[in-house]
């Protein structure tokens, strides 16, 4: 008998997610982790961290600049970076010591150390070997740079170092609009620093609806952070104590170089999977870096599954979460399913960022008759009182059933507001479904009923 009915190799989102819900499905469970802490990327170095100092700099902001409007007089608060830094530690560590309560909560063992898959139905960690009638790889991602351009996670940091920097540097070069590099980009503006993002395209968040992300970057320009769009960094140069970025305009092919204390590299990321063993084993990778899935989680291997940021789709937590669920179900000889069509996206700034479904550029694309039905915060009285009335919703339906494709929305509280449009879409609701829903008043939410009105006869406070 198999010491193991699974293990789950990883315990960032995915896997700790997958181990915990295999262990209450009655699977003799164990997840192995190397790291000191469980919760992965996630918590230990991404998104928790992240919106702890996201927090902190938003507050510190409000002090700045709404504080007296609202009659809250005494001046702008000091930043003490290094106290700062503590709050986002403490953060990070009730979280992850919550993992670990909860691994003991539900009999998960968590096996500490670096894992590896010598064989189907073995796993290896240090010197010990361990059987399992089944194994999932949920083994995250990594930082991918750039040729030219060397991290050091001191001057040229990912988004790991720019979480630890010794103090607010004076001025940071971004390189990269995405997600990363506009979140952890907003923070170190609000605490003063003096932001440039360089960006490849000739736009902001690749993917993301275009009239959201021109609203987004004029929100952020004026925020303080500085753009250069269409143009490739070529190489950043490192001086004991500061860098120069080079990068090329596309346009006119001319160089041109920045300087900087800080340079954050945010080109994206890729699938971790360093002496794991699974591609010597004859495990199939995909020229991506990806391993290749079926549609159970199930890679080309006898009962060896993959999920989350080590394979295809986007690269967000609730995924990796979600794809962690499903396959416990189906190693349980239950019926698992990952709705890919519903998965909401958020980016954690102020305002916030949120999309879900079809973004218009891809109704149009794959020739879909639609429409739009659009509501600016500036006519939400809850928005207004909070100074975030910039922003909109905008909900795209079919134009002949009036059945959601798709929402995406800039403003207060978008990371929240979006979820009732993945429930609608996940029971196929029409816009006018929503628009029927009675919303209380005042809240933010006001603004996706609104923006559902105006799909049919037409918004009541536009
Ligand atoms: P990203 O893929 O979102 O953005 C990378 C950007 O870098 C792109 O806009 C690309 O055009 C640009 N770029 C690439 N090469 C370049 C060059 N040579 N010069 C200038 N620009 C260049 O990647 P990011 O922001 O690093 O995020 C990685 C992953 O982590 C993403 O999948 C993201 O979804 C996920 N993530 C999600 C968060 C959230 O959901 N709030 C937070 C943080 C990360």
């Known amino acids: 008998m198999a010491d193991y009915d699974v293990i789950v190799i990883g315990g960032g989102p995915g896997g700790y997610v997958c181990a915990i819900r295999c262990a209450q499905l009655g699977l003799k469970t164990a997840c192995v982790e190397g790291r000191e802490t469980l919760g992965g990327t996630c918590l230990n170095v991404g998104c928790i961290p992240s919106k702890a100092l996201l927090h902190a700099s938003h507050m510190y902001h409000e002090t700045e600049h709404n504080f007296e409007k609202m009659g809250l007089m005494g001046g702008k608060p000091k930043v003490d970076f290094a106290k700062m830094l503590d709050y986002k530690n403490a953060v990070i560590g009730q979280n992850t010591s919550g993992i670990e309560f909860l691994f003991k909560k539900n009999k998960v063992d968590w096996i500490k150390g670096w894992g590896s898959i010598p064989s189907t139905g073995h796993v290896m960690v240090g010197n010990k070997s361990f059987t399992a009638r089944n194994i999932v790889i949920a083994t995250g991602s990594q930082a991918s740079s750039l040729p030219g351009v060397e991290i050091d996670e001191k001057i040229v940091v990912t988004s790991t170092g720019a979480l630890e920097l010794p103090k607010i540097p004076k001025k940071m070069v971004v390189i990269g609009a995405g997600v990363i590099g506009l979140e952890l980009g907003s923070v170190y503006a609000r605490l003063g620093s003096e932001v440039t993002v360089v960006e490849y395209l000739d736009h902001?968040?690749?993917?993301?609806?275009?009239?959201?992300?021109?609203?987004?970057?004029?929100?952020?320009?004026?925020?303080?952070?500085?753009?250069?769009?269409?143009?490739?960094?070529?190489?950043?140069?490192?001086?004991?104590?500061?860098?120069?970025?080079?990068?090329?305009?596309?346009?006119?092919?001319?160089?041109?170089?920045?300087?900087?204390?800080?340079?954050?590299?945010?080109?994206?990321?890729?699938?971790?999977?360093?002496?794991?063993?699974?591609?010597?084993?004859?495990?199939?990778?995909?020229?991506?870096?990806?391993?290749?899935?079926?549609?159970?989680?199930?890679?080309?291997?006898?009962?060896?599954?993959?999920?989350?940021?080590?394979?295809?789709?986007?690269?967000?937590?609730?995924?990796?979460?979600?794809?962690?669920?499903?396959?416990?179900?189906?190693?349980?000889?239950?019926?698992?399913?990952?709705?890919?069509?519903?998965?909401?996206?958020?980016?954690?700034?102020?305002?916030?960022?949120?999309?879900?479904?079809?973004?218009?550029?891809?109704?149009?694309?794959?020739?879909?008759?639609?429409?739009?039905?659009?509501?600016?915060?500036?006519?939400?009285?809850?928005?207004?009182?909070?100074?975030?009335?910039?922003?909109?919703?905008?909900?795209?339906?079919?134009?002949?059933?009036?059945?959601?494709?798709?929402?995406?929305?800039?403003?207060?509280?978008?990371?929240?507001?979006?979820?009732?449009?993945?429930?609608?879409?996940?029971?196929?609701?029409?816009?006018?479904?929503?628009?029927?829903?009675?919303?209380?008043?005042?809240?933010?939410?006001?603004?996706?009923?609104?923006?559902?009105?105006?799909?049919?006869?037409?918004?009541?406070?536009?």
Request: net charge negative; charged share 25%; with cysteine.
């Open 204 to 462: 902001i968040t690749p993917g993301m609806d275009s009239e959201i992300s021109k609203t987004f970057q004029r929100t952020l320009k004026k925020q303080g952070l500085t753009f250069i769009l269409g143009a490739a960094v070529q190489k950043v140069e490192k001086t004991k104590t500061k860098a120069s970025v080079t990068y090329k305009l596309r346009k006119n092919d001319s160089e041109a170089s920045l300087e900087a204390d800080v340079v954050l590299v945010a080109t994206g990321r890729k699938p971790y999977m360093d002496g794991l063993g699974f591609d010597k084993l004859g495990g199939k990778v995909s020229e991506r870096g990806q391993i290749e899935i079926g549609a159970l989680w199930n890679t080309n291997l006898d009962g060896i599954y993959a999920i989350g940021d080590a394979v295809k789709g986007p690269m967000l937590a609730h995924k990796a979460e979600d794809e962690g669920m499903a396959v416990a179900e189906v190693m349980a000889g239950k019926h698992g399913h990952v709705n890919y069509g519903v998965i909401p996206g958020v980016i954690y700034t102020t305002p916030e960022v949120a999309s879900v479904g079809k973004t218009e550029e891809e109704l149009k694309a794959a020739g879909v008759a639609y429409k739009v039905g659009k509501f600016s915060f500036m006519g939400n009285g809850r928005a207004k009182a909070v100074f975030q009335g910039e922003g909109f919703v905008k909900i795209l339906a079919d134009k002949e059933t009036d059945r959601i494709l798709g929402c995406h929305l800039i403003g207060p509280s978008a990371g929240e507001l979006i979820h009732e449009i993945c429930v609608a879409m996940e029971f196929g609701a029409s816009a006018q479904d929503l628009a029927l829903t009675c919303h209380a008043h005042p809240t933010f939410s006001e603004a996706v009923r609104e923006a559902a009105l105006a799909c049919g006869d037409g918004a009541i406070h536009a």
